[in-house]
């Protein structure tokens, strides 16, 4: 899979969006599933997209899962059903943004980690304040920032309304032999359970946050 650098190489962003049966898979399926789907904001004038290139897969029984301390008001989407958005702040700075999986009561989720920008990439670059299109979405901080997501977002379905995604594009052009395979490996930026396997990105795409 080849690392997009402008705009207008995805047929039709307003197309079709995965089902809720997608999301409702088992997480680590979905964290695997999501890398090559394209996150989607039909923003008025300023429609933005990128494809999902790296994921971090959290569970029930993971220390590290915002769920995993029970129910709250601010983790409350993750308690509902899969195909959600469960946008969150971090660190006083920054907004996040996992996907809800598994069966309702699961409380799975997945972190978009990085995107490779495709679509209405000039306002990703002035929101960024960055031309460099490699730094664009390679974080999630800075993918709901090039996306302009934000808390109003959290617990909207992802399967119609503003903010959707849409599965692969299956006509791209393929990348050298290897390229956009999935590689598992250890999480980063977080503290705790940063030792399992659970982050998942595409072999050989420049956008990736960490390698």
């Known amino acids: 899979m080849r690392t997009s650098t402008g705009s207008g190489n995805i047929p039709d962003v307003t197309e079709r969006s995965q089902p809720f049966s997608f999301y409702e898979q088992d997480t680590i399926l979905v964290a695997k599933n999501l890398l090559g789907c394209v996150l989607v904001h039909l923003d008025g004038d300023h429609t933005t997209a990128g494809r999902i290139v790296e994921t971090e897969a959290y569970l029930r029984t993971d220390p590290a899962a915002h769920s995993f301390h029970g129910k709250t008001r601010s983790n409350s989407v993750l308690f509902g059903p899969a195909g959600h958005a469960h946008v969150f702040f971090v660190y006083g700075m920054y907004w996040c943004m996992n996907v809800v999986t598994g069966r309702e009561g699961s409380e799975g989720a997945v972190l978009l980690r990085a995107l490779e920008p ?6 990703m670059r002035e929101r960024r304040r960055t031309r460099d299109i490699r730094l664009l979405c390679s974080g999630p901080g800075r993918l709901t920032r090039a996306l302009a997501i934000t808390g109003e977002f959290n617990g909207v379905p992802l399967t119609s309304g503003s903010l959707r995604i849409r599965p692969p594009d299956r006509t791209a ?11 598992q490996t250890t999480r980063v930026g977080i503290s705790k ?4 396997p659970y982050r998942f990105y595409l072999k050989g795409n420049a956008n990736v946050s960490r390698k």
Do not use: F, H, K, N
């Not at 495709?118 to 306002?123: A, C, H, T, Y």
């Not at 359970?193 to 399992?196: D, G, N, R, T, V």
């Open 118 to 123: 495709l679509e209405g990439i000039p306002v």
């Open 173 to 183: 052009t393929p990348g050298p032999e290897g390229e956009g395979e999935i590689v």
């Open 193 to 196: 359970a940063q030792e399992m």
